[in-house]
Structures are given as C-alpha cells and as structure tokens.
C-alpha cells in the first residue's frame, strides 16, 4: 500500500451522474477522504443546478462544484472519473474520455466479459467492445493485483458482490458443489437508483415485499461468470431471485448450497474464515450470528455466516451489506485506493450507522 502524506498531490475527481443515488454517496463518502479533491460533478436533467439544491443535506459543504454536464469539460483538471450513470449511456460517454483518465463505472457496461452474455442481457449489442475486453472486474479483496494496473475498473453489480464474496471462496476450496445454489435476495429501494418509478413510489412499497426478475435477473450471469473463474468451469449455474423490501438501503442474501461429498459446514466456515482473514470488510460472524442490514448500514462492511441445514449435506449462507457503499461506491472508492496506491481503506473506513 502507498502512503497518501502531505506532500501528495491529492487525486483529483470527477463524478458523472453524481445527481443519482451513488454518486451523492460517492461525494458523501469521499468528502472525508483526504487524499482526494472532487473537481467536477455532473448530472443531466439536473445540470445547471447547485449540488446542495439536489441534496440539501450538503449544504454545509461550500466548496463542492455545481452540477455540470460532462460535455462541459476538458478533462484537464481531473484524473479519476467515477461514472454513476445508467447502462448503455455509460459506454457511449466513457469512450470519449481521454486516455489520460483512470476510470471506475459503477454501470454494468463492462462487467460481462462474453460480448454475446452482456447483447443477450443487456438488451443490444456493445458500443464500446475493445474497451469492454480492457476492463477489469473489481471485485476488490479478490482483484487487487488486477485493479492496481487497471484503467478501468467494472465496479461489481451490489447482488454479485454479497453472491460472490462466499461462493468464490468455498468453490475455490472444493467444498461446495457448482451446479446447486439457490440465491435468495433482497434489496432496499436506492438499488433502483433516485429516477422516480412507480414501483419505488412509498405507497407501494412500503408494508409489502415482491419478488421481481424472477429467475431471469441480470446479475445471474454476472455471479456465474464470477464463480465460473474460480472453478475454472463453464458450467456454474446459479438460480437467483431478488425482492425489493421496504426499506432504503441495504442487501440481504440468503443462499442454499449442497456441500461436496465428505465435506463439512465447519470446514466450510473455516475456509470463508481463512479466505478473509486480515481483510477490514469482510466478516464472517461468530457462532450462528445472523447478518443483519441494520449491522452494516451506511458502512462499506459486509457480514456473512454459513450454518447447517436441517437437510444433510446442504448449507445456508446469509451476507448482508449496503447496496449503495461496499454495493456500489464504497467498494468503487476501494478500488479507486488501490489504482492510485492510497491505503485502501481510505474514506470508507467508518462504522456501520446503528439503529
Ligand atoms: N443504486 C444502487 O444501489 C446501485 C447502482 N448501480 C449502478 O450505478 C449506476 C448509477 O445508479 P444510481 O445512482 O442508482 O442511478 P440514479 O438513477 O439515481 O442516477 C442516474 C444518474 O445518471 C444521470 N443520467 C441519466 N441519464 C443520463 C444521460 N443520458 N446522460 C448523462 N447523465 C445521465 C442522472 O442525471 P439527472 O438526475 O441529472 O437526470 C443521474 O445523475 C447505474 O448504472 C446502476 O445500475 C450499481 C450498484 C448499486
Ligand atoms: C432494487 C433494484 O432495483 N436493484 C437493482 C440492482 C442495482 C445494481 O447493482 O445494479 P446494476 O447491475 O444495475 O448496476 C436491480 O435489480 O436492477
């Protein structure tokens, strides 16, 4: 790790989309980041407008820019652009970004790297495919080395992270089988980001849950994709299912899995346990604690615990994390430390906000 010291040049910032959800909490965050000053924030239809208009909770804070539109600029004055904007807009506008530019999109522009997945998924084919086969998939504690030499970075989808970081470390130890994992998922309503929607609006979602996407979400072939790497097949295959939940921030994913022959829940635990030793956000809770939204709230901390089944020879999973911080920009500010050799936990070291 680099050291960030006064004499450092503070990295300097430009948030695309910084009017939505991940951007505000790109700015919220890296307000207490001080290894970085924010240069330029844009919108779109709220261009033009004061950051604190759009967020008042911002008031206090006088020097932020005004939103702009990202064709207002020259890029000169910047050097990482954290890019907050939906799916397709986002690879027309980065492939006319200057080179000079390191790049982390928190889109899923380029996180499938089979350009037929992502034109089967995402609706159309790829505008931008060399810079889609340059990109490198940030899931931070297991991609360091790859983030470090990256000029762009696909910051992972907030399902995909809480999925992966357990499936990735019991399937890389042999203990789990690749072809039976029931993913059952639940979001608060900021993973559909602040573009108002009907389905989002309080009255109807508030007292009630519902399941959408059901087995056809996107993100089941971004966790495939993933888990394939780490067992080296192409045959993983995931059945995965998210629900929205009346709540505004948080991820909660409860995951069914058969364990390979002759192996144990207990050696299962101590392989998460030893797969994230020493790593500052991931937590592999004690006993049979279960994670809670409420634990890792406004935090970039992911809690996760495995436990037997009642059915022999399966095991749950339960991860919770913050769709908007180690789902979306906290772990997008990881990798932005580890690209610019800044201490990695710079600017989302903060405690989880309880209750
Ligand atoms: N919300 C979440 O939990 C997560 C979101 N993501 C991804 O991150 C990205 C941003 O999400 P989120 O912040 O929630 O989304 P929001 O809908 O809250 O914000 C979208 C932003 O993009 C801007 N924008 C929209 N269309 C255009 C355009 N044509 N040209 C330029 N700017 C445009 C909007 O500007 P304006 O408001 O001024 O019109 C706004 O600033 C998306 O790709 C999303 O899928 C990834 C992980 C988690
Ligand atoms: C509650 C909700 O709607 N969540 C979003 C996921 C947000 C995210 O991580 O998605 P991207 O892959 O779009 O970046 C969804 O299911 O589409």
Known sequence: MGAAGAETKPV????????????????????????????????????????SAVYPQFHYAKDLPALTRHEDHDWKDVDCVFCCLPHATTQEIISQLPEHLKIVDLSADFRLKDIETYAEWYGGEHKAPALQAEAVYGLTELARDDVRGARLVANPGCYPTAAQLPLIALLKAGLILKDDIIIDAKSGTTGAGRAPKQGTLFCEVSDGINAYGVASHRHAPEIEQGLGEACGSKDVVVNFTPHLMPMSRGILETIYVKLADGSTVEEAKAALEKAYAGERFVTVLPGAAV????????????????????????AVILVSMDNL???????????????????ETQGVDMAPMFP
């Open 12 to 51: 300097r910032v430009a948030i695309l989309g910084a009017s939505g959800y991940t951007g505000a909490e790109l700015v919220r965050l890296l307000l207490g980041h001080t290894g970085v000053e924010i240069t330029v924030l844009t919108g779109n239809t709220q261009a033009g407008q004061e950051f």
């Open 291 to 314: 994670p809670h939204t409420r634990h890792v709230r406004g935090s970039n901390h992911v809690f996760m615990n495995i436990v037997a089944d009642r059915l022999p020879g399966r």
């Open 325 to 343: 911080v180690k789902g979306a920009s906290g772990q997008a500010i990881q990798n932005m430390n580890v690209m610019f050799d800044l201490p």
